[in-house]
């Protein structure tokens, strides 16, 4: 019993640490874009606009939800919650040195919770009965799907090495080097992979703008709307976050672990505030025609370089 007691306050603790984080993670990203583009940022509600987040929030939160009459109610209105619950739910494989938290098929759990994600996007565009919003979930079934193999692959090439499926080895065996200094370019290829899965720029398709008016979320206001963009910055905090356990040694007991996955996420920003959005054809012919070769010869490198050692050991 004092277990389940533990276990259910580290993950109400965690929840709360993540809706905190991405709060904050909305105005840093105003903040870098607005010194980026030189002007000040959001800098009226609070010192230096601390309170901006809480601000929006309870601003979208009050305002009124409006449901098309033609859209599939059910779907629609369910789609944003589990965007967000499966963008939550995707922390867990994360290490915690409380109870069983930490599990031995963690990576496999997030290549299955991730693939679900999708589902919800894509019911969200189909739901709303809008020409704009089904061609963007459409867009980013396809553009999502496509880079989960090059993911995929990483992933699979470096647990490869380690002989696991668990993130926390991951981390006993970055203690003397990061897999980072033994592949620099599978750690650029995830990098822009994380960038095309959780729908940002410069692979931001899902909500092109500019052909699309807003993409798959066109449809929806208040609550809905602020449920899918805590789940898409969630989603960039995670990212960050297994990034740095992959290829930085992941010392979660470290100050140092928070830098860096500040760090990955401004990378991400950066990226917003500096490229522009790349073509839909040319972003497939990069996954499928430039990602997928490069990660497969790492794949079979790293399986070659294994069986070697094997070899000598015995």
Not at 100 to 117: D, E, H, P, Q
Not at 200 to 214: I, W
Request: glycine letters at 6%; charged letters at 10%; hydrophobic letters at 55%.
């Amino acid at each position: 019993m004092f277990d389940l007691i533990i276990s259910f306050l580290s993950l109400l603790l965690l929840i709360i640490s993540v809706l905190v984080g991405l709060a904050f993670l909305t105005l840093f990203e105003r903040k870098v874009l607005g010194y980026i583009q030189i002007r000040k940022g959001p800098n009226k509600a609070g010192f230096v606009g601390v309170i901006q987040p809480f601000s929006d929030a309870i601003k979208l939160f009050s305002k009124e939800y409006i449901t098309p009459i033609m859209s599939n109610y059910i779907s629609y209105y369910f789609s944003p919650i589990f965007s967000l619950f499966i963008s939550l739910f995707l922390w867990i494989c994360l290490p915690f040195f409380t109870s069983f938290l930490n599990f031995s098929f963690s990576f496999l759990f997030f290549l299955c919770v991730s693939s679900i994600g999708v589902y919800t996007i894509m019911v969200a565009g189909w739901s709303s009965n809008s020409n704009y919003s089904m061609l963007g979930g459409l867009r980013c079934v396809a553009q999502t799907i496509s880079y989960e193999v090059s993911l995929f692959i990483i992933l699979f090439s470096f647990l490869l090495l380690i002989g696991s499926l668990s993130v926390f080895d991951m981390v006993i065996y970055q203690v003397n080097m990061w897999f980072f200094f033994i592949s620099i370019p599978l750690c650029m290829i995830w990098f822009a992979s994380s960038l095309a899965e959780t729908n940002r720029t410069p692979f931001d398709f899902a909500e092109g703008e500019s052909e699309l008016v807003s993409g798959f979320n066109v449809e929806y206001s208040s609550g809905g709307f602020a449920l899918i963009f805590m789940a898409e910055y969630s989603s960039i905090l995670f990212m960050s976050s297994l990034f740095v356990y992959v290829f930085m040694g992941g010392l979660f007991m470290s100050f140092l672990f928070f830098i860096m996955v500040l760090f990955i996420s401004f990378l991400f920003i950066w990226t917003r505030g500096t490229l522009p959005r790349f073509r839909y054809d040319k972003l497939m012919y990069l996954t499928w025609k430039g990602f997928l070769p490069v990660s497969l010869n790492f794949l079979f490198f790293f399986f070659g370089l294994k069986f070697f050692i094997y070899i000598l050991i015995i």
